[in-house]
């Protein structure tokens, strides 16, 4: 058998095979965009072709004259495959500058396209007219008939793919994109020149254009090839690879290979041997070499075994060094993005029951794993990918990590109490040093303040007093009071809550309200501000200090009442939701300023000119003791105005409850 034909044998399978294999990944991992439909297509017409020339080579080996019917369906195939190979290669290149340069992409694609397509109805009449009368692989030499037409074709085709790669290249955003352009550029070009001199020029005469024909029919092989490698070492487009295809491929391609030299040798011994004996003495030597094969095959699984054990080590590590942060959110963030970046998935979810809210993700095939904690679920992965289904591989290190999750989200829900229970700490410290201080102001201020306010007090009731004399004195005991209020809030923000029995009790929100909203009604009248109260008509109770319930209305209507302008109103609205309570104070003021709002509950802070800056601060504090929260928005209303949610576990309810045990914990300690 001539070395050439040899070669065509050997490049005809390689080439079926490879292209079989990029043919399953790209049905298998596709994604529902028209690329990769057109990958597909491609892919498909080079398979097409290979296999049927594969067919044809095998068809002239074993039959002195093929049958007609087998022979006609070879050549079909190779040139169906070859008639749909040039507009397919434009039109997937120009589809994917489309993609990289825009979503819309420059307006020539399409017509660039359309004609590539122009061509194919007068070579599927010169198809039909080889299928009819061709019987040997003699019209793919050069110098055929129609060999010039389709390399004028073909030529034009890879010129414009490489000319779309080199400006790819400029386009591609990561370091693969760019080496595969990189690559890809020179081997179209290459490749156009090379069908443009073997079909066009005709540089090769007999004995040389078969063989040079046969290098330019194989040379697709070497940009899929390449192509097939940046998909299984960097995961070109994003394309899942599972492993156990890639072995299975690799191990049908040898078995294949030995078949055929199992074929060739009995061919050549059966004038020796029968070919049966041949082939049963050629397995028997495969079954020799088993042992070694096997040992192999252990070295490259184990090494393989550990490249993706160590990954998942790595992969799992980080997650546990984000876990020491102590911010499940930001943990939660940092897993997903970790999880979707290393399998390349279309987005991860991580939803635990006693969690944080996930943002929602877009529809579409999702993989969904239990992550348990001691035998009890806790929470779902959810992994959304492109592909028919998730390779054994990928599933399996999802299961693994879905394993190891609950080790992170405890100690992050450790280290985030321990920083809790830090920061609380501190901030006893720091209120015990500021209480000692208003102690201490308060004994050596208030004294001599009443001892002076009493003096005045006593001028004041003298008849004789002069005018002038008696405003500055009424002056100077209102002043007086003003500080002694200050002194009465810096105690107030200082002085810790009693968690004992006799404080925290029921306390009666609406009846709180009510006297609240009379004794400032004074006040709201002499800044012309109107007053209104919404409160259901049931009573609701609260579980908290009735002083601390009072601290809290009273700063925000208070608050409300100062921001309101002349003519202006405030509303204060108690509502049940579920088992809690809900307050709103709504002013019609300016709103809040975006240069304050960060710093609008820090203590001491302050926009008023006589204010101390501890009322929101107070507040705040209050809240936290009765296991409340607060909430604000603005503007309300046409741009301006603000309101502050106050939320409050109702007395009896399951909230109110964990609040009692929390307090009863800390009281233990």
Not at 343 to 368: M, N, T
Request: overall charge positive; some cysteine; aromatic content about 8%.
């Amino acid at each position: 058998m001539p070395d050439l034909l040899y070669i065509q044998l050997v490049g005809f399978t390689a080439g079926a095979i490879l292209h079989l294999f990029l043919l399953v990944l790209v049905l298998a991992y596709r994604r529902p965009r028209g690329f990769e439909r057109l990958l597909f297509l491609l892919v498909l017409a080079l398979f097409v072709f290979y296999s049927g020339g594969l067919l044809k080579l095998n068809l002239d080996l074993h039959y002195p004259v093929p049958p007609q019917p087998a022979n006609q369906f070879a050549i079909t195939l190779m040139v169906g495959g070859l008639a749909a190979l040039p507009p397919l290669l434009v039109h997937v290149h120009a589809e994917y500058f489309r993609i990289a340069s825009g979503h819309r992409g420059p307006a020539w694609f399409r017509p660039l396209a359309a004609l590539a397509y122009l061509p194919l109805a007068y070579f599927l009449f010169v198809a039909w007219d080889l299928v009819r009368t061709t019987s040997s692989l003699a019209f793919l030499e050069p110098g055929a008939r129609w060999t010039v037409a389709y390399g004028w074709w073909l030529t034009a085709a890879l010129g414009v793919a490489a000319l779309l790669q080199g400006w790819l290249r400029r386009l591609a955003a990561g370091a693969s994109e760019k080496a595969f352009h990189r690559a890809a550029c020179p081997m179209f070009a290459a490749m156009a020149l090379l069908t443009f001199l073997t079909y066009v020029v005709r540089l090769g005469e007999p004995p040389w254009s078969p063989a040079l024909g046969t290098v330019a029919l194989l040379a697709a092989i070497v940009p899929s090839a390449v192509f097939g490698y940046f998909v299984l070492r960097y995961n070109f487009l994003q394309i899942g690879v599972p492993r156990n295809l890639v072995y299975a491929v690799s191990a049908v391609f040898l078995a294949l290979l030995y078949l055929a030299v199992i074929r060739r040798v009995s061919g050549w011994l059966e004038p020796v041997l029968p070919p049966e004996a041949t082939i049963a003495i050629l397995l028997f030597v495969l079954v020799l070499f088993f042992e070694p094969l096997q040992r192999r095959i252990s070295r490259g699984l184990h090494r393989m075994l550990r490249v993706e054990v160590d990954r998942l080590q790595r992969l799992t590590a980080e997650v546990h060094q984000e876990a020491r942060h102590g911010d499940l959110a930001r943990l939660l963030d940092f897993a997903e993005h970790r999880i979707r970046e290393e399998f390349a998935l279309l987005a991860v979810r991580i939803v635990l029951h006693q969690g944080p809210p996930r943002p929602p993700v877009p529809s579409g095939r999702v993989q969904r794993l239990v992550v348990r904690d001691r035998g009890r679920e806790v929470g779902v992965l959810e992994a959304w990918h492109d592909s028919a289904m998730l390779s054994g591989d990928t599933h399996a290190a999802l299961e693994f990590l879905a394993e190891q999750l609950p080790a992170a989200i405890d100690l992050c829900r450790l280290i985030d109490a321990k920083l809790r229970l830090e920061r609380e700490l501190a901030e006893r410290e720091r209120l015990a040093l500021v209480g000692q201080m208003a102690a201490s102001i308060s004994h050596n201020l208030k004294n001599p303040l009443s001892s002076i306010k009493t003096l005045l007090q006593v001028q004041l009731e003298d008849p004789h007093l002069p005018e002038a004399l008696r405003r500055d004195c009424a002056l100077v005991v209102v002043e007086m009071d003003r500080l002694s209020t200050k002194l009465g809030q810096l105690l107030c923000y200082a002085r810790p809550a009693l968690h004992t029995e006799d404080r925290f009790r029921r306390v009666a929100a609406g009846a709180q309200a009510e006297e609240i909203m009379g004794l400032l009604r004074h006040e709201a009248a002499r800044r012309n501000v109107s007053l209104r109260l919404d409160r259901p008509a049931e009573e609701l109770y609260v579980q908290g200090t009735a002083d601390g319930f009072h601290d809290v209305l009273s700063n925000l209507v208070l608050n409300a009442m100062e921001a309101a302008p002349a003519g202006g109103s405030v509303e204060l609205t108690l509502r049940r939701q579920a088992a809690n309570l809900v307050i709103e104070v709504t002013d019609d003021g300016p709103g809040i300023a975006e240069d304050i709002r960060p710093r609008l509950f820090q203590p001491f802070f302050t926009t008023k000119a006589t204010g101390t800056g501890l009322g929101l601060a107070i507040v705040e504090r209050r809240l936290a003791e009765m296991q409340g929260a607060i909430a604000w928005q603005s503007p309300v209303r046409g741009g301006r105005g603000a309101r502050f949610v106050v939320t409050l576990p109702l007395s009896g309810s399951p909230e109110a409850a964990v609040a009692l045990a929390r307090r009863a914990a800390s009281q233990g300690e």
